[in-house]
């Protein structure tokens, strides 16, 4: 399925990028600005994460981890392909079950409702709270003008559990706005899940807009 690229915006794909002492930094015109999710993940409430380090033992942690972020990688890559009109059967097919079966899953869930994409991997800044990051996609989902976002996971996820990718995505959506003089409000979540059926979570960007600015805030003093 080919679905149509309106290209109404003169989104900036190429930047700097550096992961400094203080975390991932993005080089924009106009400051040189943390990355949202080095914001989130240095003032999140990692008790469980630290928890779970202690039971299973740090090396199978961080075995673990790159494994997830490796397979997360692979699974974006191709789902941007894809939808850049690559053809991709060729090399997915090479790849392991779980890749070939979440990208499968990824692409059928974000046909479901995208009906225009915008753009891809554009890098996205607010020079308002000062923070920047790389958005999986801008589009129109269902009718609605939308910040889409790509996620991977080896379990099911409830909604208690990703508050910080709302988060995530409000930032987007503040800075597109910000940038291009757009009123985003609506954010939407895919999340293909290892072994078992996607999933999409879709709300409104403002009732993170606080928490959003409670987390920046944070982040300077730490």
């Known amino acids: 399925m080919s679905i149509f690229h309106n290209k109404k915006y003169d989104y900036t794909y190429d930047m700097r990028v550096d992961t400094l002492p203080a975390g991932r930094t993005y080089f924009t015109p106009d400051g040189n600005y943390p990355s949202i999710t080095t914001i989130l993940g240095k003032t999140a ?11 299973v033992g740090e090396e199978e942690a961080a075995r673990i981890s790159k494994e997830a972020t490796d397979r997360g990688t692979l699974v974006h890559e191709y789902a941007e392909r894809h939808f850049n009109n690559e053809d991709i059967i060729n090399d997915l097919v090479q790849e392991s079950s779980d890749v070939i079966q979440m990208t499968r899953d990824l692409v059928k869930i974000t046909e479901s409702g995208v009906e225009e994409i915008w753009g891809q991997e554009q890098v996205l800044w607010s020079n308002k709270y000062k923070y920047a990051g790389r958005c999986d996609m801008v589009g ?83």
Request: contains cysteine; positive net charge; proline residues 4%.
């Open 140 to 222: 129109i989902w269902k009718g609605t003008p939308s910040i889409i976002d790509f996620k991977t996971s080896k379990k099911t996820k409830y909604i208690k559990q990703i508050k910080d990718y709302f988060i995530q995505c409000c930032a987007y959506a503040v800075a597109h706005n910000e940038l291009y003089g757009t009123g985003i409000k609506n954010i939407v979540i895919l999340i293909t899940v290892d072994g078992k059926d996607p999933q999409c979570f879709e709300t409104s960007a403002v009732p993170f807009l606080p928490e959003l600015k409670n987390r920046r805030n944070q982040y300077d003093l730490l």
């Open 45 to 55: 409430n990692n008790v469980w994460l630290q928890a779970w380090k202690e039971k």
